[in-house]
């Protein structure tokens, strides 16, 4: 059974920085793509970052390209997104998703399995 735990989230000021982490259990990285979504209040949750199984390449929404990068620790079963330059169009609810579809050699947006409990980012001015 897959289990998994988010943290790192945080209040920051816009231009600041976090690292969030989704530490995993039970799971076959050979299978899935593993990835970041996000929720804002009033607005639909959307991929963030994901990355292809062996970490071969990575994704990332077109609002956060450059400034998030998601990487991996195989040693540790470890996900983890490195947030820079946060804006206050960041502030969201970070959910790890370990069970994202992966269609013709890339990853897509389509998750598959449960959602966590996430972990909450605030940017403010």
């Known amino acids: 059974q897959v289990q998994w735990v988010e943290s790192g989230g945080g209040s920051v000021q816009t231009g600041g920085s976090l690292t969030l982490s989704c530490e995993i259990s039970?799971?076959?990285?050979?299978?899935?793509?593993v990835g970041w979504f996000r929720q804002a209040p009033g607005k639909e949750r959307e991929g963030v970052a994901s990355?292809?199984?062996?970490?071969?390449?990575?994704y990332y929404a077109d609002s956060v390209k450059g400034r998030f990068t998601i990487s991996q620790d195989s040693a540790t079963n470890t996900l983890y997104l490195q947030m820079n330059s946060l804006k206050i169009e960041d502030t969201a609810m970070y959910y790890c998703?370990?069970?994202?579809?992966?269609?013709?050699?890339?990853?897509?947006?389509?998750?598959?399995?449960?959602w966590g409990q996430g972990t909450q980012v605030t940017v403010s001015s």
């Open positions: 990355i292809y199984p062996g970490g071969r390449d990575t």
């Open positions: 998703q370990p069970h994202i579809l992966q269609i013709g050699g890339r990853c897509t947006w389509h998750q598959v399995g449960a």
């Open positions: 039970g799971y076959d990285y050979s299978s899935w793509c």
